[in-house]
């Protein structure tokens, strides 16, 4: 019999395809998270990171929470809490991400995963937070309580990519909290409890101009500042750490920009490096700033720093390594705007859902299936930690 005769005969497809039903929670993770891609929230657009922080203010506001919309030089956050001032628990997250072609601001999905600018870092991570709230706000309202009773409070910023000082920095100055979850790195079995410092530098090199044909007549400002770097370099070799560095866990030196020369017929009579550097807890790097300026010829100028961050102790955080069974705790050699948190006395880590450590690359995605499991945890979580607060 041919198919189209069995079709007719049974008066349906004897065999249909079974399909798996879709997770509602799954379903509007995902589709807020595609909702917020296509902001393009490049800090080169400071308007769609305003329009973006409102989209979820409408958000927060469609079920009825309570919200503020902070502001701090242009730099829109969004916070939630469970009543003004306070928070037990924390969720952190950011609208902002770096710069990318249009066609990244349209979300694909794709063998499981989602793509697209700000998936992995940080909008699956904004889009999480918010459900998540919503499903408890909902659930308190059923019985009758208030935004008051909830567990936990959300904190979106608008700023991480450039530093944080007008977005957590900002925020962390207008409540308290117990703990803190800074979705913004790790992995479902990686728990971070500890992110490298950053000092940034400007090594500035000077010289005589002269005329590209005369050398000799001049002194080459770009000669001078290389000569420089080399002698900066050397404080990061592995005989001058002064401590065992495991998986790279390690101060570090990255040479990121050059500017110098205005043509290429003349010795250029001024030249200047920035420079990242990235260090442990193994290392005093005031000391060291001193030390490296003593050794060049040029100048050395700090632009900025920030300290390394380090969980802490905490109830919240033994009650978390039991919930998410099998995960460790870990190290990341990047930074978040969980530095901010130890200035404020608050115990914290830096958590997420996996996507192939692909940040700001041209196929960013999150896994979609990684996301559901992150819920699912962060939820049971969440109810626990009610028991801690009393």
Wanted: hydrophobic residues 40%; charged residues 25%; glycine residues 10%.
């Amino acid at each position: 019999m041919s198919w189209d005769r069995m079709i007719r005969f049974f008066g349906r497809n004897p065999f249909p395809i079974k399909r798996k039903k879709e997770n509602p929670i799954m379903h509007d993770i995902v589709a807020l998270t595609q909702d917020l891609i296509r902001f393009k929230t490049m800090h080169s657009n400071p308007d769609e990171i305003r329009s973006c922080a409102q989209f979820i203010g409408d958000y927060l506001k469609s079920f009825g929470a309570d919200y503020t919309l902070l502001e701090s030089n242009g730099v829109p956050s969004v916070l939630t809490l469970p009543k003004s001032g306070y928070t037990p628990i924390v969720l952190m997250s950011h609208i902002d991400v770096v710069d990318a072609p249009d066609d990244l601001f349209e979300p694909k999905q794709k063998g499981g995963k989602l793509y697209g600018r700000g998936a992995l870092d940080d909008k699956y991570a904004v889009a999480l937070s918010l459900v998540l709230f919503k499903t408890h706000f909902e659930a308190l309202r059923k019985q009758g309580k208030i935004q008051a009773e909830m567990p936990f409070g959300v904190l979106i910023t608008g700023d991480e990519e450039v530093g944080g000082s007008n977005g957590v920095q900002h925020a962390l100055k207008q409540f308290k909290a117990d703990f803190a979850i800074a979705l913004d790195g790790g992995g479902l079995n990686n728990i971070v409890v500890k992110e490298k410092g950053i000092f940034r530098l400007k090594l500035i090199g000077r010289g005589k101009a002269a005329h590209g044909s005369t050398p000799w007549l001049g002194d080459n400002a770009v000669e001078n500042l290389m000569a420089d770097y080399g002698r900066i370099r050397g404080f990061f070799e592995p005989s001058e750490l002064g401590y065992d560095a495991e998986d790279h866990w390690r101060r570090t030196l990255n040479l990121g920009m050059i500017q110098a020369g205005k043509s290429i017929n003349q010795v250029p009579d001024y030249a200047e490096a920035q420079l990242d550097i990235r260090f442990t807890e193994h290392d005093d790097m005031d000391r060291i700033f001193k030390q490296m300026k003593k050794r060049i010829r040029g100048e050395l100028v700090l632009v900025s720093k920030a300290p390394l961050f380090y969980a802490g102790e905490s109830p919240y955080l033994d009650l978390l390594l039991k919930v998410a069974e099998g995960a460790t705790t870990g190290t990341e050699h990047g930074a978040s705007d969980a530095r901010y948190l130890s200035d404020h006395g608050i115990p914290g880590v830096v958590w997420g859902a996996d996507g192939d450590r692909s940040h700001h690359a041209a196929d960013e995605h999150i896994g979609i299936d990684s996301v559901l499991r992150l819920y699912d945890l962060l939820n049971e979580y969440l109810n626990r930690s009610v028991a801690l607060g009393k």
